[in-house]
């Protein structure tokens, strides 16, 4: 073999190898942060966990869809808060929620992690209407994230 073929072989298992290691890493990220008005954001549970199995793609779009679909009560949420006259009647802003999700889709834990609206009832609201969601069964809990935007009018 000629010493460039070398080289080029060389560089070929080089950028095979970059990109083998560049997809490794922490799985637990699977889809990015949203800022509200984009896909809400999913995390995989912690490494082991219960049941062992890996949350198949579908059951998390199951999630994300059973999450979406209570936006429209949720904005009720939002009502109660300015009706309450903790928030402006012009309020807009968001919240983001986690949950655990059990394996047999019931909300273990839901808890407002980050805010633009401060508003203990509205807060509340959100984790109520969250833990009485029923959700797919799942082979393992399930720790996500949510962002519900809101706009008073």
Do not use: W
């Not at 997809?23 to 800022?35: A, E, M, N």
């Not at 429209?72 to 009647?89: F, W």
């Not at 986690?98 to 407002?112: T, Y």
């Amino acid at each position: 073999m000629s010493a460039p073929m070398t080289r080029a072989m060389a560089g070929r298992v080089l950028l095979i190898a970059g990109l083998v290691l560049g997809c490794g890493g922490k799985h637990g990220d699977t889809t990015p942060t949203s800022g509200g008005d984009g896909p809400p954001t999913a995390r995989q549970g912690g490494e082991g966990g219960e049941g062992g199995g890996m949350v198949p793609p579908e059951k998390m779009d199951e999630v994300n869809r059973a999450l979406q679909r209570k936006q429209p009560i949720m904005s009720h949420c939002l009502a109660l808060a300015v009706d309450n006259g903790e928030l402006p009647k012009n309020s807009r802003g968001k919240v983001t929620l986690e949950i655990v999700i059990s394996p047999a889709g019931r909300a273990d834990s839901v808890k407002v992690v980050r805010a633009t609206l401060d508003s203990k009832s509205l807060n509340e609201c959100l984790i109520a209407h969250v833990k009485e969601i029923q959700f797919p069964e799942l082979p393992r809990a399930y720790e996500t994230s949510f962002t519900y935007g809101f706009e008073a009018m």
